[in-house]
């Protein structure tokens, strides 16, 4: 699929590229097999739905979830959604690790807030590659995520799918979407993502909101208003809580143009 790369960084341990991949609505299958060359890790950087395959698993990757893909490793891409996937790739040049397969993790808020910051100060030619260090240093003692399956992984698909746009979109409803009741979903999901729906839903709200900043929007009431919140000041209070920053200081960082 068409990718457009902007090289952040090149180190001897490292680089970093900023990657958009162009998704189409009308190619909606498997596409051709991609082999890695070297050990990659993949940060998201906006919304995103699509499946990945590699061997026999097929895990559901969207806007909070990292890549890890190992020397000459194998994968098919999926896309769910025709909106461009934007990514902050590192390629590591140097490793110890044995790779016997892909993993995927699940990021906090905080940290994709990182991923977005750590972007920023590579374009400005500014630190960052401490920051991009230690996100990948610490991906080692994160949860990994278990392939694509069952009612948890199709409420996952539905929530990443909606999270921007359906803002009435009751718990209740996601539990009839996939045919469980609201209590054995939300114990599955938990057991497979260590989050609620609740919480789930409202990270993938936070990751939406970050791309909005770090893509240049800068009318905040209009963020929260588009993302289902009921004021400027409840989104406020929920990305401090779960980010450590304001939204006046993510926008400050966020939105400097180079």
């Known amino acids: 699929m068409p990718q457009d790369r902007t090289l952040l960084y090149a180190g001897r341990e490292f680089t970093v590229e900023h990657v958009r991949a162009h998704h189409h609505a009308h190619a909606p299958g498997w596409s051709a097999p991609y082999t890695l060359e070297s050990r990659r890790i993949i940060f998201p950087a906006g919304r995103t739905v699509l499946d990945v395959r590699s061997g026999d698993g097929t895990w559901l990757v969207?806007?909070?979830?990292?890549?890890?893909?190992?020397?000459?490793?194998?994968?098919?891409?999926?896309?769910?959604?025709?909106?461009?996937?934007?990514?902050?790739?590192?390629?590591?040049?140097?490793?110890?690790?044995?790779?016997?397969?892909?993993?995927?993790?699940?990021?906090?808020?905080?940290?994709?807030?990182?991923?977005?910051?750590?972007?920023?100060?590579?374009?400005?030619?500014?630190?960052?590659?401490?920051?991009?260090?230690?996100?990948?240093?610490?991906?080692?003692?994160?949860?990994?995520?278990?392939?694509?399956?069952?009612?948890?992984?199709r409420a996952k698909r539905l929530l990443a799918e909606t999270a921007d746009r359906?803002?009435?979109?009751?718990l209740h409803d996601v539990a009839d979407a996939v045919s469980r009741s609201p209590f054995h979903l939300a114990r599955s999901f938990r057991q497979q993502t260590g989050l609620s729906l609740h919480q789930y839903r409202q990270h993938l709200r936070l990751a939406a909101a970050m791309e909005r900043l770090a893509e240049g929007d800068r009318d905040l009431a209009g963020i929260a208003h588009d993302l289902g919140y009921c004021s400027q000041s409840h989104l406020g209070a929920i990305f401090r809580r779960e980010v450590g920053v304001t939204l006046g200081e993510a926008r400050r960082a966020l939105t400097a143009r180079i």
């Open 62 to 153: 969207d806007a909070l979830t990292a890549m890890h893909f190992g020397d000459a490793m194998v994968y098919q891409l999926r896309p769910a959604t025709p909106a461009a996937r934007l990514s902050m790739v590192v390629s590591r040049h140097k490793t110890t690790r044995t790779d016997t397969g892909p993993a995927f993790y699940l990021l906090s808020p905080r940290s994709l807030y990182r991923v977005h910051a750590a972007q920023q100060q590579l374009r400005a030619g500014n630190a960052g590659t401490d920051d991009v260090a230690s996100l990948v240093d610490e991906l080692a003692g994160s949860r990994q995520q278990a392939p694509s399956n069952g009612a948890a992984a």
């Open 166 to 170: 359906e803002a009435r979109l009751s």
